[in-house]
């Protein structure tokens, strides 16, 4: 049989024969008699007298505290003050306290103690929560949380219900990856919080729950597949701000979005991807308006072509106030620019240089660009971006150096490695890390031994730096070195190695010799 101890409300287990019996809580040590199995709850909540032991003829009952007042106070901050007390650490021997946070939540009249009942209710339920009755509690939470959201009118409130059922979502799949039972519909919580983030007509209950699924693949597919299936104009400008924003699956999921819409509606959010930080986010999106939005993009292209060949005769300096065609596509026009030299460098078109040494050089540019600018000088291996990359290692945001180190390492030229040097003290460890991957691709042996020892070694992020900085390394000792990393135990070690031994290949097969000028995209 189980019986609750009258001191901490933990449940007890006991055999049916051992009713009657004297014993202890193993939990908080209080003396209590067992009960009997033929006791009702009745008799076991009017035990009292001598803690543990059944009250005697005669003996005055002790009365048991309220948790609640009788009847509703009149001040909704009295109501919300005191369902607050009830969470921990302050009440954790509270009895029957779900009932009166399921009650508040539901019918209280101030969208204030509703809030406030369901978010303590989610902080006090692990402290009171038996394993003999799990999931039972959640899921009773679970329930209320989601009809508060389908049907509570107060914006503030669904907002909290969202939260919690955030919670319970992260709380379940941390439960079932350590061996739990699973006991709810990810597909319908899925559902749920992406029809809020699409529906609800409060803009921070949408919040909330876009908050929620940033970090979620699985959710951001599914949101943005409903958007493209309302197609409505929110589902541009949501495409959009995905886009524009610091979350690296919410930018996966509304690129894939965009090509969906195609030529229709696909259009603007794949331009504004052409300005993301991560080049490979830019190169899809480049390749997708070919594909997918050839109408629109190719008189673009065709502008921006015969712009740069322009600035390709000019200096440096002349052809940062050279813009031919900015007009015709307002702001978007300088990312739309950039996307097609970037393009144009990693096939070697040497028109490219210009723009992207004015790019590079501006201090006041966009960060975003400079640092793109100096990857696409490396892929271009211009001999003139040279003395430029080498001018970026000193300039006063340490990524810029990190990113001119990295194009330097592909000039493979010895006369970079001193100026590569000043980077090993760096603040940031990836600075220095990708500094001495550059040294060994120009061919300094200390910094190819020191690569080859932290690849050896024990330090995982060392172990996954050196990987990467040995892909463009000619030396046979580094293809050995990642060949025997590529069938390491862990694996983003393996998956290190295996990239770096592409791009060595890649490497071998590549001359670095200009090519063509050429107006075909």
Known sequence: MRFRCPKCHKTLRAHDDSGGKQGKCPSCGQALAIPSVKETPTDLRTRAGKVGHARQPGQPQVRQRRTAPKGRHPDPKVREEFVRGLGPPQHREAPNADA????????????????????????????????DYYPTPYQLLEGVAKRILKEDGDAGVRQAA?????????????????????????????????????????EAVRSAAWDFMRAKK?????YFNALVTAGDAACVSAIVNAIEGDSWPAKRAALEASRALGDEGGYEGL???????YDDVAENALRSLRELCPS????????????????????????????????????????????????????GDQRAFALLASVLEDPNGIFEFRLRAATALGCLRDPRAFPILIQALRDPDEKVGLYAAKALGKFRDPRAIDPLRQLLGARDYFTRYYARGAMAQCGDPAALSRLLAMLSGRDHYERL??????????????????????????????????RALIEAQRSEHSDGA????TDAP
């Open 100 to 131: 009166i946070f399921r009650q508040l939540a539901t019918s209280d009249p101030s969208p204030e103690v509703r809030s406030a009942a369901l978010e303590t209710w989610a902080l006090w339920l692990p402290y009171h929560l038996h394993e």
């Open 162 to 202: 969202v939260t919690v059922i955030a919670d319970l979502i992260r709380k379940k799949e941390y439960e079932e990856g350590g061996g739990r039972r699973e006991y709810t519909d990810h597909a319908a919580d899925r559902e749920l919080i992406v029809n809020t983030a699409i529906n609800d007509a409060s």
């Open 218 to 222: 699985d959710y951001l597919e599914a």
């Open 271 to 277: 331009v504004a991807a052409l300005a993301d930080l």
């Open 296 to 347: 629109k993009w190719q008189e673009v292209e065709a502008a921006i072509r015969t712009d740069l060949s322009q600035m390709a005769g000019a200096d440096v300096q002349a052809s940062r106030e050279l813009e031919s065609v900015p007009r015709r596509f307002a702001g978007k026009y300088e990312a739309m620019r950039f996307a097609v030299a970037e393009d144009m460098a990693r096939n």
């Open 465 to 498: 730096a050196a990987a990467e900085c040995l892909g463009g390394v000619r030396d046979s000792r580094a293809i050995r070195a990642l060949q025997q990393a590529s069938r390491d135990a862990e694996p983003a070690i393996r998956e290190a190695a295996k």
């Open 514 to 517: 200009p090519k063509p000028a």
